[in-house]
């Protein structure tokens, strides 16, 4: 990124951005729009020296990351304690701190070059209300413990495997927002059934789909009900 020199979208970025943001029934003002495009600036200068993405082109990097990102916007409440587990370069959860500034936010990553990248982020752009934790997933730590209201992840090999691991941090009747990205259709009736011996409770499973695509994609809301059960 060039020195002295303020990120932009272009104009039809802008307008895609826009509009995606009306649809969701969001706003963004001039301060979280410049935030974002600084963000993404970030993301492709460090990509190149470290593989924080397999997306390059920076209309794809706004789609695919940026405005899937913002697909949660509008599922949070006004005082929820989020926790972005496995955030990797930062998606959804820096891109939910930069909309949702009134917000604590933290993200989890377990790989330190991941974390250090998060970090630059979160100072350039003045985050105060983020903070990084350098921290694998499974790993015992009681100051975590039903610390959080609310925990999202994305692009997970495992939706079960994945609630397994992040049950311990969700506080009772915790919410868990799971994007399950470009997936075969869901059974929802078999999906509750199995998450429930994990003492999650599924809510629902709702499609959506991102600008100039034609592949669905899809969000599954949980409530922790309780405790694993035993088996």
């Known amino acids: 990124m060039k020195a002295n020199v303020t990120p932009r979208w272009e104009a039809n970025e802008a307008r895609l951005l826009g509009a995606w943001c009306a649809s969701l029934g969001i706003h963004l003002d001039e301060r979280q729009r410049e935030q974002l495009a600084i963000y993404r600036a970030l993301l492709l200068d460090w990509n190149r020296r470290m593989n924080l993405t397999a997306i390059v082109d920076p209309q794809e990097v706004l789609v695919k990351h940026f405005l899937d990102s913002l697909t ?89 495997a994945m609630l397994k691991l992040v049950g311990p941090y969700v506080c009772l009747e915790g919410r868990a927002i799971a994007m399950l990205g470009q997936t075969a259709a869901i059974n929802e009736a078999t999906l509750r059934e199995s998450v429930r011996g994990l003492g999650w409770e599924l809510l629902s499973v709702k499609p959506y789909t991102l600008p100039q695509s034609a592949r669905q994609r899809q969000l599954a809301f949980l409530r922790k009900a309780g405790p694993e059960r035993s088996t």
Do not use: M, Q
């Open 72 to 160: 949660l916007a509008p599922h949070l409440g006004d005082s929820e304690h989020l926790v972005d587990v496995g955030s990797g370069a930062g998606f959804p959860g820096l891109v939910l701190t930069c909309a949702r500034p009134d917000l604590d936010v933290t993200l989890i990553e377990s790989r330190a070059k991941k974390v250090g990248f998060l970090e630059h982020v979160r100072r350039t752009l003045n985050l105060k209300r983020c903070r990084i934790l350098y921290h694998r997933l499974g790993e015992k730590d009681p100051a975590l413990a039903g610390t959080f209201s609310l925990v999202v992840f994305r692009a997970v090999r495992s939706l079960l």
